[in-house]
């Protein structure tokens, strides 16, 4: 029995935990408000690049363990079915939040676009940590204890590899 895959996936939330902290920062000292939102436009921008590279590289990487656990869990209900849709949730939110922030600058003076933002944004947010809440006190701890140590070590190898590989800045929505 291993858990280093879960460790591993564990230090990764660690880090995005830290990004949405970080943003959740900026949104409190900006609020709703219109000037203040578009200033902050490239500080915002700048942390959602780095939030988007992080979640596409750790979703890639549980999609590893997923597939893995199709050998212990139905693909199709339970655990993995709900997991998947989440994380296709938190994509489409992280897109359309995208969408709404790059927006900002042209608004200039609509008090709705910074609000729908800022509403996008902390939806966002909810959702990421609603979702790694889940896979860090039910997940996790079941995978660490059914895991068999050579399918630990070998997915902990190819998550590392995911990590190391450039990403696609071009490919991200
Ligand atoms: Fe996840």
Redo the contacts with the bound molecule.
């Keep these: 029995m291993g858990a280093q895959t879960v460790e591993y ?1 564990l230090r990764d939330h660690g880090r995005l935990e830290r990004l949405l902290a970080e943003l959740d920062g900026v949104l409190d000292q900006v609020r709703a408000e219109t000037d203040a939102f578009v200033s902050h436009t490239r500080e915002i921008s700048g942390i959602l690049d780095r939030l988007n590279n992080e979640l596409d590289a ?2 890639e990487k ?1 999609e590893l363990l997923f597939a893995a656990l199709e050998s212990f869990f139905p693909r199709d209900s339970g655990p993995l079915m709900v ?1 998947r849709r ?2 296709a949730d ?1 994509f489409l939110t992280f897109s359309r939040m995208r969408k709404a922030g790059g927006a900002l600058p042209a608004t200039n003076g609509n008090e709705g676009a910074p609000a729908r933002f800022e509403s996008y944004v902390r939806g966002a947010l909810q959702l990421m940590r609603d ?2 809440y889940k ?1 860090d006190r039910v ?1 996790f701890p079941m995978i660490a204890r059914l895991i068999p140590a050579d399918l630990d070590a070998e997915l902990l190898g190819r998550m590392r590899a995911v990590t190391a590989r450039p990403l696609d800045a071009a490919a991200l929505p």
């Design positions: 996936l750790h979703v549980e997991l989440e994380h938190i979702h790694m896979e997940l």
